[in-house]
């Protein structure tokens, strides 16, 4: 589920003991940085309709991204890959990580699996260091990006809807850069002056959370495809191909 506006470790608490009280649920696991929550259940004793109200009744505005069986397949929804065993979902890589529409959004599949894969690992890396972004930083950089435009506050939210497909998922993309650009200013680079020094810095820390991270890919049919576009298909050799390559993440990063 992506789940909006948890902004510290009691919204963890609160998210975990809503959805643990519900018949069936196993365990929930819930992720301040990605504002997300993945939530094991026994599908005889509850559903996802009745999760999802328990969530949004604690105070969250949340929406339901996709199923998966316990040996990670989607239902529904293809699971393309695992990061440290979380499960990345085939329309996860349509997700734009742009968010002001400045750039053109990605779309060959070698930069969109590097993007999305490198933020799931960024951003479990910015919950190790309990990283939280409040609301009002979110909004601050919506209203942000909505006085650059000059648009209306309607026809701002038509669009983000068309790209990321509802206003939750916007919400939530825009917290999650900000978390990882968070994290990389505290824990990276703070007291850093140079921004080639910034930049270096940055590269070199990227070049070891990518390294360590155990990144598996599940169909057989969208590794094929990302062989034949960037020739290679294996994480340990795939990043260090597209690393210095253009794309959003870096864009993010690298500031």
């Known amino acids: 589920f992506t789940v909006n506006k948890m902004n510290c470790p ?21 992720s301040l940085a990605a ?46 890959a695992g990061v440290n065993g979380k499960p990345v979902f085939e329309k996860d890589l349509k997700v734009p990580l742009l968010v002001d529409k400045t750039g053109t959004p990605t779309k060959d599949a070698a930069s969109s699996f590097f993007n999305t894969i490198g933020k799931e690992i960024l951003l479990q890396a910015a919950d190790s260091k309990t990283i939280v972004v409040q609301p009002y930083e979110v909004e601050a950089e919506i209203q942000a990006i909505m006085a650059s ?11 983000v809807v068309e790209q990321f497909g509802s206003k939750e998922k916007y919400f939530q993309v825009v917290g999650q850069r900000l978390g990882i650009r968070k994290l ?44 034949a576009s960037s020739g290679q298909d294996d994480w ?20």
Not at 236 to 255: G, N
Request: hydrophobic share 35%.
């Open 10 to 30: 009691a919204c963890v608490i609160t998210v975990k003991e809503v959805t643990g009280k519900l018949p069936g649920v196993v365990e929930s696991d819930v």
């Open 35 to 80: 504002q997300d929550v993945i939530v094991k259940f026994r599908e005889k004793q509850t559903n996802p309709d009745q999760i999802k109200d328990a969530i949004a009744k604690a105070g969250y505005p949340v929406k339901l991204d996709g199923l998966f069986k316990p040996d990670g397949a989607g239902i529904n929804e293809q699971v393309i």
């Open 149 to 159: 435009k000059g648009i209306a506050s309607e026809q701002f939210v038509n669009q």
């Open 184 to 227: 990389i200013d505290e824990h990276v680079v703070a007291g850093i002056q140079d921004p080639q020094e910034k930049a270096r810095k940055t590269m070199d820390w990227l070049g070891t959370v990518f390294k360590d991270s155990d990144v598996k890919s599940l169909d057989p049919k969208f590794k094929e495809k990302i062989h």
């Open 236 to 255: 340990k050799t795939f990043w260090p191909r597209m690393i210095s390559s253009s794309t959003e993440l870096k864009s993010l990063l690298v500031q």
